[in-house]
């Protein structure tokens, strides 16, 4: 891959992410620990095997997030979780707050680094005292312009999610962490769809997006296979986030939308030859191609020839393989008189005739 310059760049835990590097996985463990702290240190090991760069969680109780009503205003109407209440969707799906010590411990215990989406100041107070290396905000908060900036204050590389927010919104999240002092800020495409359709993502915006708000960017995604992703970094997304399980027939809140780990194994494989691939501006010869030069066309006498005879359009054709003169010196080659004797099947060259 060539390095191309001028290009902006966060680093998480040591490890640079930008366009010039492959793509930076995150496996999002969210609500698939389904209420087990030991399945959520299985979901961790599995993301290390895998081959993921990095975990990420979820930091948040049901109280800090929504309010314990079961009024209209706070139950879902279709889709994944038709009918619940926003308090009682929380409760099942949060990870509690003390499983986040032994969890983060564990993750380091294997050599992979993990951080989370605060959803308030108090998550953020937890995770720094873990030490978290990095902060996303989650697409839903990405309008909490206070949040962003309690983050920004940590002085952390931030991740935002950007579903659901629109240009003007997403230049105003950016704004807030720029102005509350964040100096490695990324910006994932994002629809908050659950699970979400590949026609809807879009994928050219995230090009106009690394041309608008000259950030790294990325994409969250929530389709149900990689094509998406692995088509993204084309397009220039340095970040690839995706939820990841142990099952997905789990029957936990995310279960169903989320990569098991044959799946999370393959984006982070397929990504990183994605990214190789886009490799530079290049027309010339390459190596895997230096052994099949020979299958090339090119001019062959096809009779016996003595010197002195001229070559007429019946004396050569263009042919594989390629050891004679290009197809197109053909013009050059008719006419000219060979000073030499020429056997058949012989390859056609400038020292053997006069023009």
Known sequence: MTTLTNTPEIIIAGRRISVNESPYIIAEL???HNGSIDTAKRIIEEAKKAGA???KMQTYRPDTITLDSDGDDFKIKGGLWDGRTLYELYEEAHTPWEWHKPLFEHARGLD???FSS???STAVDLLEDLNAPAY???SFE???????EYVARTGKPMIISTGMANDEEIAEAIDAAKGA???QLAILHCVSGYPAPAADYNLRTITDMVERFGLVTGLSDHTIDNTTAITSVALGASIIEKHFTLNRAGGGPDDSFSLEPAELKALCYDSKTAWIALGKVDYGRKSSEQGNAQFRRSLYFVRDMKAGEVITDECVRSVRPGYGLAPKALSETLGGVLN?????NTPVNRNCFDK
Request: proline letters at 10%; aromatic letters at 4%; one cysteine or more.
């Open 30 to 32: 969210s609500a698939n």
């Open 53 to 55: 760069d990095a975990v």
């Open 112 to 114: 992979i680094p993990i």
């Open 118 to 120: 605060p959803f308030d």
């Open 136 to 138: 996303k905000i989650a």
């Open 142 to 148: 990405a309008v909490d312009l206070p949040l962003i």
């Open 181 to 183: 002092g964040c100096k």
């Open 340 to 344: 030499t004797n020429i056997k058949a």
